[in-house]
């Protein structure tokens, strides 16, 4: 049993999204408001991993380090136990986030002005890879039936061939609703990329969170080739909230495929680990299985609270989540646009992120990130009905 109803105070060591600097000059609001934007969640972290952190930093020396089999083990375990996935050692390599591994994997795997592939609506950075690095950037929206997502394997086929794609970034599941994708959807997806040769980018990294009865599919055992033709990227930053040590890995097969990979990192100067993310990553994956559990448990819960509070709200439509701690809400029959929206989450001292963030068709929408205890919930709920009933007053 972990207390994960203890609120603690995240502006203490600077936390972005509670910042009180970072409240005023982005959002326009004061120390008391309530972050429900960055995808991060608010419990104290797993007691191993403040544990291996301690005894870490009590060695005193923070000099440069390297990857030792025990963070290799950790992850071939994990990927094995959790998973049913496959790993050895020589297909890992640390890097610094995801994020910027994006980056690097555009820049290794194409060239200027080719094209990149990705669903909309997606996490903005996705883009930004690929834009950044000017390459062209191509979008095949997911198909918003019955208030679920689907990809549109037509779209992505007739975009394959007509533009050229090299690469096709995926994300699964998916950020920002939670969908997770089934086995014979991400069968169909493979198979796409493996005929039209298309680089598979698939940014696994919300899989830690996976609610009851839900069943989440790796890429890899989804297609038997496909291990051949892909990148996965994975970290333990959003199950274990470690997003501060700006540290993710990628796992690569295919030698050749890994090999352009490594030239790349070495073209920008990737080198030894962060210090702290090594015994941080070991200590999650051996040791914190039981927290990362009740956490998804406990996250499902507020998801429920989510469900109950905004069904009586007719204006709104909360998208079921399988997994992670967003709740993606159309607003459309809500707000007359984003800026209309984005002054009500504010008059209720809230943030969030609007849907227009997701690169397309995410417009009319807004997330909220719900990874809170529960009092931290109910307060944010509580101000969004306050505000609420103060417009229905005025209509
Ligand atoms: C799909 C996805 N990929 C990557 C990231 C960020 O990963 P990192 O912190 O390792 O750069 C996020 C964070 O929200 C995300 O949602």
């Not at 409240?23 to 544990?51: R, S, T, Y």
């Not at 923070?62 to 050692?89: C, G, H, L, M």
């Not at 990294?205 to 996965?232: C, M």
């Not at 996250?299 to 967003?326: C, R, T």
């Amino acid at each position: 049993m972990y207390n994960l109803d203890k609120i603690i105070d995240r502006k203490q060591g600077n936390a972005r999204k509670w910042s009180n600097q970072v409240l005023k000059e982005k959002f326009g609001l004061d120390e008391d408001a309530i972050p429900m934007d960055l995808a991060d969640i608010d419990f104290e972290v797993a007691p191993a991993i403040q544990a291996a952190l301690m005894k870490r930093a009590s060695i005193g020396d923070y000099s440069y380090s390297y990857v030792p089999d025990e963070f290799y083990d950790a992850v071939i375990d994990w990927n094995q136990r959790r998973y049913d996935t496959y790993i050895e050692k020589e297909w890992i390599k640390l890097t610094f986030g995801t994020v910027s591994t994006l980056h690097y994997i555009v820049q290794a795997f194409t060239k200027k002005g080719e094209g990149v592939l990705i669903n909309t609506p997606a996490y903005d950075p996705f883009a930004e890879a690929v834009v950044n690095n000017e390459r062209e950037l191509f979008c095949s929206s997911l198909i918003n039936r019955g208030n679920r997502y689907y990809l549109d394997f037509d779209d992505m086929e007739r975009q394959m061939s007509e533009n050229d794609i090299k690469l096709f970034i995926f994300c699964s599941p998916q950020n920002p609703s939670g969908r997770i994708w089934t086995k014979e959807e991400l069968f169909q997806l493979a198979d796409l990329c493996i005929r039209h040769n298309v680089l598979l980018v698939c940014d696994e990294i919300h899989r830690d969170i996976v609610y009851k009865g839900q069943k989440f599919t790796s890429i890899w055992n989804a297609h038997p080739e496909i291990p051949q033709h892909s990148v996965l990227c994975l970290s333990p930053n959003k199950g274990f909230n470690l997003g501060g040590l700006k540290t993710s890995y990628v796992v690569v097969p295919n030698p050749m495929i890994r090999e352009t990979l490594l030239e790349q990192l070495k073209r920008n100067s990737i080198t030894s680990p962060h210090v702290f993310a090594v015994p941080a990553i070991v200590a999650a994956y051996n040791e914190s299985e039981a927290w990362l559990d009740e956490m998804i448990d406990y996250v499902e819960e507020n998801m429920q609270l989510i469900y109950d509070f905004f069904e009586e709200i007719p204006e709104s439509k909360v998208m079921p989540a399988e997994s992670s701690f967003l709740a993606w809400i159309d607003v459309r029959e809500w707000f007359k646009n984003e800026a209309e929206m984005t002054e009500f989450f504010h008059r209720a001292n809230l943030t969030m992120v609007v849907g227009s963030y997701f690169v397309q068709d995410g417009e009319g929408f807004v997330r909220l990130s719900i990874g809170m205890p529960r009092d931290l919930l109910l307060e944010a709920l509580n101000r969004i009905k306050r505000e609420y009933m103060n417009m229905m007053e005025y209509v």
